[in-house]
């Protein structure tokens, strides 16, 4: 069975930091570009950041840069999202997807493998 598993979400004071894990069963990620994305109540599902299967080349959302981090061990068949200096506004539902082939895309239907999603809350 083909799945992704996204852990590491939890609640976090504004200002702190958390790291999502994104673990593949059933495939070998190293063969697909892995992306993140985020939906918060309300509000419609968007792109954070995504890392290419050749060479790793990683993006992210422009007003992200600087404080989340893609990373792969494809060792260990899983993607890290390393999350600093959290805001309020980051509170959302995070999603980790799949895509067959070496180059991200930025809208979510071109992703075939989808996790179940881990909630992520900024409060004080």
């Known amino acids: 069975q083909l799945q992704l598993v996204e852990s590491g979400g939890g609640l976090v004071q504004p200002g702190g930091s958390l790291r999502l894990s994104c673990a593949a069963s059933?495939?070998?990620?190293?063969?697909?570009?892995i992306a993140w994305f985020r939906q918060a109540p309300g509000k419609e599902r968007e792109g954070v950041s995504c890392?290419?299967?050749?060479?790793?080349?990683?993006y992210y959302v422009e007003a992200l840069k600087g404080r989340f981090t893609i990373s792969r061990d494809n060792a260990n068949n899983t993607v890290y999202l390393q999350m600093n200096s959290l805001k309020p506004e980051d509170t959302a539902v995070y999603y980790c997807?799949?895509?067959?082939?070496?180059?991200?895309?930025?809208?979510?239907?071109?992703?075939?493998?989808w996790g179940q999603g881990t909630q992520v809350t900024v409060s004080s």
């Open positions: 890392i290419s299967s050749r060479d790793s080349d990683v």
């Open positions: 997807a799949a895509r067959f082939g070496p180059y991200c895309a930025a809208h979510g239907v071109v992703y075939k493998y």
């Open positions: 059933g495939f070998t990620l190293v063969l697909y570009a």
